[in-house]
């Protein structure tokens, strides 16, 4: 069913609280916390031009990490309020809480156009357990609820739906913003009937993450392309050796199941003939969860079965040419997973060859679109990410909804 957007409403005056996922990767530098990718802030900046445009007074709620209810200074959004002003060349106000009297005054004084940025929802435990008191607080600042944080639409939250519920007993319109709007139109509506070939290609480091998703797919794709760590569990299912690749060896059933599936479906489902290994070797240095970090020696390029003391960290050179002619063959594209570990360069090339061929059949007519999260990163760094037809923001909620869940956030939006 269609949703409500933005588009379809008189806002003039209004208060719209708008939900937005600014849940951004930050680092502290010389004692400040800078961002270090604001894509999912920039994404928001046509629904937010819009609703200036339509004088509302905007009222933004959002997330940032996981501070489990306590206030935590390194999770405040107040730097994120300063970039977002930067971008919109618009003021952006900051308050530091997020719901109760004061905040409410401070809504009643607001100008049409007016931006103001609450501080994290999550210093309030009540948030994620979707209190229905807490999410009675937020819905006092909003005579209008807009959802443009589809990357934390898989969560049942106050703010996320919660406060959505308490508006429509009151009949207030609860609608989807320009983003939510694309992702939704991207990962369903254009994936409904994908113009054939459809290629999908999944990477990343489990088949339990994504064994929902490959099992849905098998319904439409033509081609399916495996890489990343999940490809050693379904090479142990074809009873090659994996040496000491990361596995899941509970899942090789799961693995096996899809591979008969594929075939029962006439799905081209291929996995690497070839991968770059390396011998992982024990330094005394520990990360920061305490555990000991592994030195990769020695990477070379792999056929078939791997000798036992070496690890998988990307596709090679040969599967790296099937898979992109398979790509470059494709009309439709949906990406979602690495192929391999592509933060060290030694084993980034898969990824970035893939990336390469993705980029390719776009310019040659074929829809990509990439569904979030690594292969996101991926893209930006291989400076590739505008060069496709669509990324999404989400990384959990795109997967969740690629699985053909209905997402929270998204049911909590009143029907067209
Ligand atoms: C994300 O980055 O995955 C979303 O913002 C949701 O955050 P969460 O995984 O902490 O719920
Ligand atoms: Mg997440």
């Not at 957007?5 to 600014?22: A, I, N, S």
């Not at 209810?69 to 618009?90: F, I, N, T, W, Y």
């Not at 992982?280 to 020696?297: C, E, S």
């Amino acid at each position: 069913m269609a949703k409500l957007t933005v588009r379809d409403l008189d806002l003039q005056g209004k208060r719209v609280l708008m939900r937005v996922d600014y849940n951004v990767p930050m680092e502290e530098k010389d004692g400040q916390m800078v961002i270090n990718d604001a894509t999912r802030i920039k994404e928001t900046l046509p629904t937010l031009e819009l609703l200036v445009k339509k004088g509302a007074k905007i009222i933004l709620t959002a997330h940032l990490g996981r501070p489990d209810g306590k206030r935590e200074p390194s999770m405040s959004l107040r730097p994120v309020a300063q970039k977002l002003s930067d971008m919109l060349g618009a003021p952006v106000a900051f308050q530091d809480d997020c719901v109760g009297e004061r905040i409410e005054q401070y809504v009643n004084t607001m100008k049409n156009g007016d931006i103001v940025l609450l501080e994290n929802v999550r210093f309030y435990a009540e948030e994620e357990n979707n209190d229905a008191t807490f999410s009675e607080k937020l819905a006092k600042l909003a005579d209008v609820y807009v959802n443009d944080a589809f990357g934390a639409a898989h969560r049942a939250h106050a703010s996320t739906a919660g406060v959505a519920q308490v508006l429509a007993k009151r009949n207030a319109p609860r609608a989807a913003g320009l983003l939510m709007e694309r992702e939704l139109k991207f990962l369903g509506d254009e994936l409904e009937k994908p113009a054939s070939p459809f290629v999908v290609i999944l990477g990343g480091a489990k088949v339990s993450d994504k064994i929902k998703v490959i099992d849905r797919l098998l319904e439409k794709a033509n081609t399916i392309l495996i890489g990343g760590a999940m490809a050693y569990t379904f090479k142990l299912a074809l009873g090659q050796t994996i040496g000491k690749s990361l596995v899941e060896p509970d899942r090789v059933d799961v693995a096996k199941s899809a591979l008969e599936k594929a075939k029962a479906r006439g799905v081209q489902f291929l996995i690497p003939s070839d991968n770059i290994v390396a011998t992982p070797v024990k330094t005394d240095k520990l990360n920061k969860k305490g555990k000991p970090i592994f030195d990769l020696q020695n990477p070379k390029a792999v056929s078939g079965n791997f000798p036992d003391d070496v690890e998988g960290l990307d596709i090679g050179p040969e599967t790296v040419k099937r898979f992109s002619e398979e790509v470059r063959k494709a009309k439709t594209i949906l990406w979602n997973g690495p192929m391999g570990l592509f933060e060290d360069p030694r084993f980034a090339e898969g990824t970035f060859a893939v990336a390469r061929a993705v980029v390719e059949a776009t310019k040659n007519g074929a829809k990509s679109i990439i569904g979030g999260g690594d292969s996101v990163k991926a893209l930006n760094k291989a400076k590739l990410g505008d060069q496709v037809t669509f990324m999404s923001t989400g990384g959990g909620a795109s997967l969740e909804f690629l699985e053909g869940n209905e997402l929270p956030g998204v049911a909590a939006l009143s029907n067209k």
